[in-house]
């Protein structure tokens, strides 16, 4: 036989026979690729790719983006609104006018009896951010209730919390860019191969280009720790601990930047008390990390020319997140790397929009980062808007997180939830089934209307998802950018933007008031309000033809602004949105409150992601070329610990917690440490019904990645037969 060249057949790929392509942003995580979908000449969608143009994924997209065209006639999909007088009886079809008749006048009616708090609004991070805005205006200025947030609670709120007590303002500081200019990086409990796979690309093609040092901090080898030149694989929930012993090598060798200190930062002097008592030869025994090896990163770090750090939910998921979040802020203000190019404090952001929603949502305060706290803001708003300011709470209401135990309290009698599912992802989800049960009044809006929450709701809003619509998102670097509208909405489902906007013709309040009819016009409020001197979120330079020219644009853009490029990074000047100008350093101490391995509970619960499923999997578990990849709860266990209980790979086990137990399939591996499981949180009944989800005192967010269980054996076919009927797709 003859090979070579000569004699091999070309390989060729059939044509799409694309006839258009048409720009999007992905909708799954906060990378923000901007993707293109081909259409064939009968307008059906053949075929996606990366946008090559595009500075964010620059022709890359992951296993979700690719496939995400898929998801428009998925199974599963809510064709028409749903009603039903009680619990458990069937759903009927209906209008788009009885449901939203129905649902208003079940607002007003709790709201004249129990008060205007009493009826809750639970939003999320996947929304369009022009469809948060109007959310904000229907919640905050005409129905008015300050049970109002979303699931940026069990996300993002560490994060933002952090960075408004150690820089006056939220906002990551940086850029995927730094990756380019930096010395030394850390990631804390981020895992970016798998969540956030183009920002991996982007880093590692960095790397590939200037060597620098990668250190991974993760109680499990992750995919990122693999790759990395030092892994710290830390006691969970112990991040401020080994930061703090950090910081005191790095101030008592004299490695700190003692000019930015005093120029830039005020609270010095307290951090450097606090940290003399976290000598790693002490601090070693509470975080993990043997002494030598905390010296050796703090100096790698400390003397880089710029060193940056990122970090996603193995901080902001824990008792400490927001204490972490300001530590590694700490961190980077005392080796004077905030705002310079390679030196930063980069939050690695979850869900495609939940910048977004900090920004425009009006969740915890008013549009545009505005505070209900603050009169003034509350009077600009409310001139804006064509309202009496003293419709505002004076202050923010209750987190996610604290609005759920307030239905058992009596006090949230009704709620509406859109594009999220709590009875999947929120913690100890038995008590949250319990909740949900006692609303008087419940409306779930969600592109699929077989969604867990949905089975106890009154009321169901069948939701166009993605680039059925218009609108924007804001990805993790500030970079804003177009989701165009590719196909008309699915079935009778309607753009979230159309449901906020009939419900608010529903009360008397919006008369006065402007909803505008379509998203552009909306933007430009936006715009308009993003304005003024000294403010960092502004958009006032952007048009929807702008972000598709530039593929996105990071924000702050102002009005009269050359080009097509925002600014890459905040703060350069070392002036922060504090009173004083100066970023706060901020002393953390640590104090030990999780539930840990016991004898009764002898394992860690650790629980997250993996690449191939996104969240609840109401979207990736349709998907068959995402879903295949891993169909089944399962848990990663140590082999050693397998053999010590007699635990065979790929056999079935139940795992027990306080709260309730689980049935897993087992996967040994060396990823995970002997007294750990670590759970894929994407399967409903699974892992939360096991958690804890302990908050966190500044943001509310729950340590989802910090408890304990116990494993037993269980029968096999049993557990076989009960996997197969619990899969609902
Ligand atoms: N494929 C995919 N991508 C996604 C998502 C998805 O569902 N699927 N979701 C998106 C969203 S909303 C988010 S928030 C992000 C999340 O992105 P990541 O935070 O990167 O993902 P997780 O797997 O939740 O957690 C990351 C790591 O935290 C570690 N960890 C646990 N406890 C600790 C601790 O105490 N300290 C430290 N340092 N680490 C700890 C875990 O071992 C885990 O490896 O991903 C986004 N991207
Ligand atoms: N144990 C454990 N639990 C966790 C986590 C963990 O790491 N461990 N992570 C937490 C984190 S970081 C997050 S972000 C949450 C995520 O938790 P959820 O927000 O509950 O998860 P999703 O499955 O993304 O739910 C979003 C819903 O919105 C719907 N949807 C999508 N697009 C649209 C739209 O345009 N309009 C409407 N109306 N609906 C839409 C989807 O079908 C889906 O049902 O889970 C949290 N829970
Ligand atoms: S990396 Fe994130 S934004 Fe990019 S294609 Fe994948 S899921 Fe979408
Ligand atoms: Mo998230």
Known sequence: MLFGRKNRK????????????????????????????????????????????????????????????????????????????KHYDKFEKTTWDNALDTTATKIKEIQEKYGRDAFAVVSTGQLLTEEFYTLGKLTRGVIGTNNYDGNTT??????????????????????????????????????????????????????????????????????????????????????????????????????????YIDAH???????????????????????????????????LYAKAPSAMSIWTMGINQSTHGSDGVANINNLNLITGNIGKPGGT???????????????????????GYRALENADHRQEIADFWGIDPEFFPKKRGNAQTDIFPAIETGEVRGMWIVATNPMTSM???????????????????????????NQYSHVYFPASVWAEKEGCHTNTERRVNLISNVLPPYANSKP???????????????????????????????????????????????????????????WPFREGDEGLQGAPRLYVDGKFPTPSGKANLIAVDFYDNNEKPCTEYPFWLNSGRVVEHFHTRTRTGKIGNCNKFSPTPYMEMNPDAAADLGIAHQSYVRLTSRRGDAVV?????????????????????????????????YSRQPAFKQCSVRIEHVDQDEAARLNVERRTY
Not at 427 to 453: G, H, S
Request: proline share 6%.
């Open 345 to 367: 404090s980069l939050s690695i952001t979850g869900q495609c929009n939940a910048m977004g929603t900090r920004e425009w949502s009006s969740c915890s305060g008013l549009p």
């Open 665 to 697: 399939m087992v996967q040994l591996t060396q990823r995970v440490p002997r007294n750990m499981v670590f759970l894929p949180f994407h399967f409903h009944d699974c892992v939360n019904r096991l958690t804890l989800g302990l908050l966190d005192p």
């Open 10 to 85: 070309p390989i060729s790929i059939p044509s799409k026979k694309v006839k258009e392509w048409k720009y999007t942003t992905c909708n799954y995580c906060s990378t923000g690729c901007a993707i293109e979908i081909g259409l064939n000449e009968d307008n059906r969608i053949v075929t996606s790719r990366g946008h090559a143009g595009a500075d964010v994924n620059r022709g890359k997209l992951c296993i979700k983006g690719i496939l995400e065209h898929e998801l428009f006639e998925s199974p599963g999909r809510g064709t028409e609104p749903l009603i039903r007088d």
């Open 427 to 453: 913690a100890n989800t038995p008590r949250i089934r319990k909740m949900l049960e006692k609303l008087d009044f419940l409306v779930v809006q969600d592109v699929y209307e077989d969604v867990e929450t």
């Open 154 to 259: 069990l996300c993002m709120a560490s994060a933002v919390s952090g960075y408004k007590r150690s820089f006056g303002a939220d906002g990551p500081p940086g850029c995927y860019g730094d990756f380019e200019e930096t010395g030394c990086l850390i990631a804390f409990g981020s895992n970016l191969p798998e969540q956030h796979p183009v920002i991996y690309w982007r880093l590692k093609e960095a790397m590939e280009k200037r060597k620098f040092p990668l250190i991974v901090v993760d109680p499990r080898v992750t995919m990122l720790a693999q790759f990395a030149d030092i892994h710290l694989p830390i006691t969970p929930g112990t991040d401020c601990v080994l930061i703090n012993a950090m910081m005191h090598v790095i101030i008592n060798e004299g490695l700190q930047d003692q000019e």
């Open 496 to 554: 979230d933007f159309w449901i906020f906007n009939q419900m608010a013709k529903r009360f008397d309040n919006s008369q006065t008031m402007n909803f505008p009819d379509t998203p552009k016009e909306v933007f430009e409020e936006m715009k308009h309000l993003s304005k003024g001197a000294g403010r960092n979120l502004d958009i006032s330079g952007m048009s929807y033809e702008k972000l598709i020219a530039a593929r996105g644009i990071q």
């Open 265 to 299: 930062t005020q609270g010095y002097e307290a951090v450097k008390a606090l940290v003399q008592d976290y000598p790693p030869e002490k601090a070693q025994h509470d975080c993990g990390i043997d002494e030598d090896r905390i010296r050796t990163v703090a100096r």
